[in-house]
């Protein structure tokens, strides 16, 4: 390793970063500075497995930036490193159009892994990176050839390391035997407001070891020792996943405010030109040195060696194992049968259980279709009914390929180790739990929904439902208020059949994550329309269950477990009433105008909501002189069908609304 | 201790859930046997320091049952204990209209001081009592007279301890010293689902002693033993919480499933005769023995005694220490000055801060004329700018009084914190971060909001005027996400005053949690209006800001940053246009009809409303024929004025949308 070099370019990432922050006078300064010396290792000294041109190379190292304020960290690196991004993207560091947001977007850059600065997340994304590297490694390598090889290495601060979701992720790793992850904790001593010290005292060596990691620590200045340490972590396969504590000085470089919290932020950027001076930087800004780009241009041609080779070794185990090669295809190319939900065998006419007990059945169908899906709970598969039968337990030590993975009660986590192996891109994730707890997850699906990511949420309980539970764990604004995030859909299903679509619509959707929301009480089958209507239906997100049989007059909209309200409603009010099914008001609404106004014809003013939750989205289909039926109050401790009743949440409540 | 008695009292105790959950085949029978001889210690064996007729003691140990689903554990043993939970109750466990809920609801029954279930919460509301009880004693403790020294007990399982918010608020109870807080950890070796070595290998006395807690490990049915490491754990003030880990088996008493994942839930009811006979029960169900009820009258009786006793002190503290006595009256009796929107200074008309800017003005007068007001924040005082002035920073060791709290990046924590304080009722809490984390919180402010809990969230950069930090950073669902929640208010004030009349009505708010949505941009004065036109209108939730001038013919509806474009529109529209300031939707709602029709006329069906966030909830306000400008996508990173205009959020796109 030529640390003369190396320093150089360190020293030049941190020019960049001071000028990048300098320019828009915003972003964050103190880790771009504080670890520059370990992203010249990562990027410069063989530290990572990369190769710019192929930045999804399958077998790379995969690299989080989990503190993700410390963005131009990233984006200095990777432009050095030979990423496309221009030093023009560089210079327009966190402005309209520029390929450098303030913080990492996994859809705008190439080489960045993942959509962090929410603290916390990144952690658990590199927690699902490395589930699905083991998984990968167990389902693909064969005795000849090693496909999968690489290592999840994720950066992250004291931020990251205060907040929950990584305390969960970080269980969850070393129980699961994750030794093919490596966190490097950037331990400046540092947080935004203050000096850590005022808000922690943790022993983060006894931490660690109590979760089952190894830890070592080091200066991380020292490029050797980094270096090192890095080495002996990728390749100490002993069953845990690795921290290496990089004890550094945040903002390193500008003297006025390295060491204290000022370092943290774009504080220091007024100290631009005397620390450029300080650094041994020229004049010029935005600078690299002929010689730094010339040891890039020699690193990327290693990293090319390494990745052709290992493409031909890929090639020769695609022709041996066209089987496997066909489904790791599948599984990157997010190829899923079109027909997938006409492959769902139909349930009996009489088939009564909960959408949830539908919900696992359909599971197994869907699960031999889509081998790339993997299906987690958090400790209620019992509950949630989506265990794939016969299809084991992952771990990554006894059982890398199983397709159940036992969670624990770590919703957050289980939501952002979901994102990441969503993120890597060669499985398909789900998870479960109780509706009511999307609340203890809800920063994880945003990002999901923000990055576009595939992932599946099988929540189930899903109303005041639940019952004797209680309001505690009755959904009532819970659907209401995951349909408000952009690019998520929310899909109620009705019945068994609604609940076979919605599976099938979640599975072929891939640019971003759909909830099914299932019920922890029995729904009668809608057996007056074909089970092909009701699948369609949800695919197109809202359609006419029953039509009126004279002049229009009445429209009468129900979801999920309410629909079977608005159809005996229906039987009492004659003929002019239509009944539509609105299982997914997300899906309704990309319908184009005319099939909207073919479900709900404008002319019909007299139209009737129902759901079992919040009223506030439901106005928008039912307008100003209609009415919703719902529960704008918690729930109450009682049997189900009680609060339902107590509630007013019924058929007769129906009528009465339409008379 | 008379444990002959207690080892009946704890068969009976088991005897009463058996009985529970077998008449409703519902509930959680696990917790209740596996910690009978704990709850015999805790409220037959002096454990817990409590008088059953005055359940609100103030200087009462509190216990918070974390592990919420097993709720018979407390009902069983304040209904022996003698708090007003008749048998009727028992036998109507889970059932409309007893007082006796699924889980614990801290306003339906005396002696449950927290609403818990959703895992983890009731360890963060622990941590919130505890953090309240030392500033408590801190406060109003003399040297003659100790008013408060009492502990906080909570019992909480392996799934609260998996829970990232648990975690979180572990470390802060470790670094705050508050070595008056004492866990016992019914560690029972099994989960939910199944045994907990499928989901955890942490080593817990390792990872306690990493937090800076003191550890000890007992046998959890040796009521010996649990009374020793008890009262040692409550007479050991060495500044450290303490967690006594209690090695118990799930559901002890019903052979059949003991020990196993299937004793943790109601599963174990079927063999309730069996299990009766095996724990020496008479065949009378609901049975609790002559002898029994009397030892209970005996501890009622010695309770009373030092109740009496403490009361005669408070006597003799409230006459020696008027003033602090009326401060303690105030808080807990939530006194407020009526007139405290008065008592604000008005702002400068030319001021032009963010509303984020004129909060941290606002707060210093509030935090005067409510002493009891205390203001944290995750790790963000210098953006959330909620920090109180030269009120010190609470630490459970060298400053119990201070009123500023330094959370760490432990947003959720905070607001499980938060309850715990509000539940407390001795002090008002209030937390700060940026608003797109309320994310992380959300299923603390939903449990303060379903508790009655008057908690203030003051969450700054509220839109995609956050800027360069992009859509990661950028609310646009989150305000709408929140406004579904029942029972929260949340204002988002156009400007300095509004500011003022928002804070304003957070704290005279009793019955619920108010959440204050702030820009981290400026905005303007709206001169037009009187400084009190404004605060009081923010009081009512939706007021008149401009009246047209002629006859009504368009209604333009803001809040927040963006009512200033609906001004700036009118300007352009001419003299038919009204603007309506609409700061809460939910105060709004809740006026009568008559004030909401003489706001927002029936008559007039051309209405525009606009804010910089998802729309689905505004057409509820502006009808069929209205318009809602918003921005149903997420956000962009780059400067906040490019992203308002690049989004369309502009008063161009409001006179464009009216014509």
Redesign the interface.
């Known amino acids: 390793m030529n640390t003369d070099i190396l320093s150089q370019a360190a020293a030049q990432a941190r020019g960049l970063a001071i000028d990048a922050v300098h320019a ?1 006078s ?2 964050h300064l103190g880790l771009p500075l504080g670890c520059a010396e370990m992203g010249a290792v990562l990027w410069g000294g063989g530290g990572l497995r990369y190769h710019p041109e192929a930045p999804k190379w399958l077998n790379r190292d995969r690299f989080i930036l989990s503190a ?2 410390g963005s131009m960290f990233l984006y200095g690196w990777l432009h050095m490193a030979g990423y496309d991004i221009p030093m023009e993207n560089v210079k327009n560091f ?4 520029s390929h450098t ?3 990492p ?1 996994s859809f705008e850059t190439p080489g960045v892994e993942a ?5 916390g997340q990144g952690i658990g994304n590199a927690v699902g990176f490395a589930l699905s590297g083991k998984r990968a490694a167990g389902k693909f390598n064969t005795a000849d050839h090693t496909i999968f090889d690489h290592h999840v290495i994720a950066l992250h601060g ?3 390391l ?7 992720a970080i ?1 969850f790793a ?2 699961s035997h994750l030794d093919n992850l490596i966190l490097i904790y950037d331990s400046n001593d540092v ?4 000096m850590a010290e ?10 660690f ?4 990691w190894d830890v070592a620590t080091i200066d991380g200045h020292d490029m050797t020792a980094f270096a090192k340490a890095l080495e002996h972590a990728k390749n100490d396969d002993n069953g845990k996943p690795k921290v290496i504590i990089a004890k550094t000085t945040i903002a390193k470089g500008i003297p006025e405010v390295a060491g204290t919290a000022k370092g943290h932020g774009e504080g220091g950027a007024k100290f631009a030109d005397e620390a450029r001076k300080g650094l041994g930087l020229p004049e010029e800004h935005f600078y690299v040195s002929d010689e730094v780009r010339e040891h890039f241009k020699e690193v990327a041609e290693n990293h090319k060696h390494q990745f052709l080779s290992w493409q031909s070794d890929y090639e020769a185990w695609a022709q041996a194992n066209p089987e496997l090669a066909a489904e790791l295809r599948a599984g990157v190319q997010g190829e899923i049968p079109s027909d997938l939900a006409d492959r769902i065998p139909a349930f009996e006419e009489d088939y009564k259980d909960a959408t949830r007990g539908a919900g696992g059945v359909v599971l197994q169908t869907v699960a031999k279709e889509v081998p790339q899906l993997i299906s987690g ?1 958090a ?5 949630t009914k989506n265990y794939i039968k016969d299809a084991g ?1 992952f771990s990554g030590k006894d059982n890398p390929t199983g397709r159940n993975i ?5 919703e ?2 289980m939501c952002a180790i979901c994102n990441g192996i969503a993120y890597d891109g060669i499985f398909r994730a789900s998870g479960a739990t109780f509706l ?2 999307a ?2 997850c ?2 994880s699906i ?2 999901a ?2 990055s576009k990511l595939p992932v599946t949420y099988i929540f189930t309980h899903d109303s005041v439902g639940v ?7 009755q959904p ?2 819970t659907v ?2 995951l ?5 998520l859909d929310v899909i109620r299903p009705a019945d068994a059949e609604e609940t076979a679509g919605a599976f099938a619509a979640a599975m072929l959707r891939t640019d971003g994550p759909t909830l099914l929301a299932l019920t922890r009480q029995g729904v009668p089958q809608m057996n007056e329309l074909s089970v092909s209507e009701r699948r369609d239906g949800v695919r197109r997100g809202g359609y006419v269950a029953r039509k009126e049989k004279g002049a229009l007059t009445t429209i009468l909209i129900g979801t999920g477990s309410e629909l079977q309200y608005c159809l005996k409603a229906a039987d009492e009010l004659g003929d002019g009433v239509r009944v539509v099914s609105m299982p997914c008001l997300e899906r309704f609404d990309r319908q184009d105008a005319a099939y909207r106004e073919e479900v709900l014809p ?1 002319a019909c ?1 007299k139209r009737i909501a129902i759901e079992a939750g ?1 009223t ?2 439901w ?2 289909y039912v ?3 209609g009415k919703v039926i719902g529960i ?3 729930g ?4 189900g069908a ?2 339902f009743k ?1 509630l007013g949440i019924t058929a007769e409540a129906v009528v009465a609304a339409a008379k």
Do not use: M
Not at 198 to 207: K, L, P
Not at 483 to 487: D, L
């Open positions: 828009c915003s972003g993700g304020h966190r402005q309209l159009g947001p303030g913080h977007e959509t962090t600065g929410p603290l004291d931020g990251c205060q907040e929950g979701v990584a305390k969960e269980a070393g129980h947080t935004l407001d203050a005022v808000t922690q005292s943790e022993d983060a060596q006894g931490y070891a109590s979760q089952g709970s400790d209620l598969y019992g509950s337990d036992w969670f624990g009660i770590r957050h986590a009511v707890f609340d203890y809800r920063a945003r990002l929904a923000l019952g004797e539970d209680g309001p505690t764990h009532v604004e209401s208020g349909r408000v995030i952009p690019n404008q003013t919040v506030g989205l106005w928008k307008g100003t002189e704008d109050r918690f109450l401790s009682a049997p009680t609060v107590e």
